[in-house]
């Protein structure tokens, strides 16, 4: 559902080189020859295949430090430990906050979770009210005029439970508790500073709590996505997805039969069973991840681990991933581009932002989104997953090869045809090709 975004602050430069362009990867229309492609649009794609290398790692570039008087520094200066900053800036501070809080946001929506699901155990979506736009809007993510509204009381004060049971528990996260438990009138005003609208200029963070609203509901796979985006450019992205199983392969499982499967043999404290919480900062080369904080334990820095995207760059042996729903992406339209590319795989259909924790994560080389004509792509739903993705090695970029454009508002406004993100240059390249091959005959 909808992205609540945080207010603004000052603006700042974003200072880091960028890693995908190092990589061979385009960061900017300027990184590409400009092509005109069919229909008059401006392309940003190469007009010959890059080479069939594995996306490769800047290595050194980014560090986890642990030290004595702090657990956890992020250091991404390309100095390696305490290397010279050269007045570049490391967003430690940022994200270390963002993965606290995203931590905390996950526990909390897997209490919803489990609440709507205890309420109606049969479809899978109690406590649901629907928007006007039909979309499913769930306690984890009310907005602030139905929950100030008369009709609103009653689930204002579900809210307001919901977050002081989560905030009592923030020392376990490292984050302080407020002294006394927030009100109605607190959590409403927190809520309401959640006003900017983007843009080109300044500093904000973009945040969608719930992202993946059907899967939320149904017990399924759902996201938690916060992005930093510095003057219309995201630099840094965190991504919760607490039911995203440590096996991939588990993902094809239903995911009450998980559930039914986490009771028999519950996860232990720290172990990597379900629930993870991805991070990563452009222009750091690296991506990380870290298990979900589970009820008993304790967020532990020490849990990180790079993560890295597939090697795989031959077609028969790589896998797409794209929406469960048809009517959010054309199954049709991708089982075509599937086809003339060489894709065997079966294609790998999961909600929310789960699909770019997959292809970072190296599950999955692949996601493939066209939306029907007319929809216009929130930036909440893609800010985090792509800067994940980019500095896990991998690339982003609309149907036309151009990346994708945070500085214009709320909208991926002038987004080319539909979302394509891939482990590596050639593999998007080839899908690039078969896009334009086979668009005019489409009926999207
Ligand atoms: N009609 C239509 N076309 C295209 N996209 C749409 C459409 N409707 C919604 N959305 C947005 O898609 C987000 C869900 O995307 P998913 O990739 O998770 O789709 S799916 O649920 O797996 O089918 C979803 O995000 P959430 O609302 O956070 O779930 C929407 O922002
Ligand atoms: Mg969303």
Redesign the pocket.
Known sequence: ???LRLSAWAAAPSPCPSSATARGFPRSPSDWRGLRGRRGRSRCAPSSPPSASPALSLGAAGRLRVGADREWLWDCRGGGLGGGGGGKKDYAKEMEAAVRVVQVACTLCQRVQDSLLLADPGSGSGGVHSKL?R??VTVA?EDDKTLSSSDGTALLESVVAAVNGCLVEAPKYGLRSPEKDLGPHDVLQAIRKCSSTGGPKGRFWVL?P???????VRGD???IALALIEDGEVVLGVLGCPNYPMKKEWLNYHQRYYRLMSKVAPPTSGSWNKGCVMYAHKGCGQAWMQPLVHDFGMLSWHNSREVQVSSVSDPVSATFC????????SHSFTAGLAHSVGLRNQPL???????YAAIARGDAEIFM?F??AG?K??I??HAAGVVIIQEAGGVVTDAGGCPLDFSRGVYLEGLDRGIIACSGALLHWRILQAVDASWNSSTL
């Open positions: 559902m909808g992205g736009d979309s499913p993510e969608d719930v992202d993946g609203t059907l899967g939320f796979q759902y996201a794209e929406p469960v729903e048809k009517a959010n992406s259909r999961v909600y929310s932002m789960v699909k989104k939306a029907r929809y792509e929130k909440w739903d």
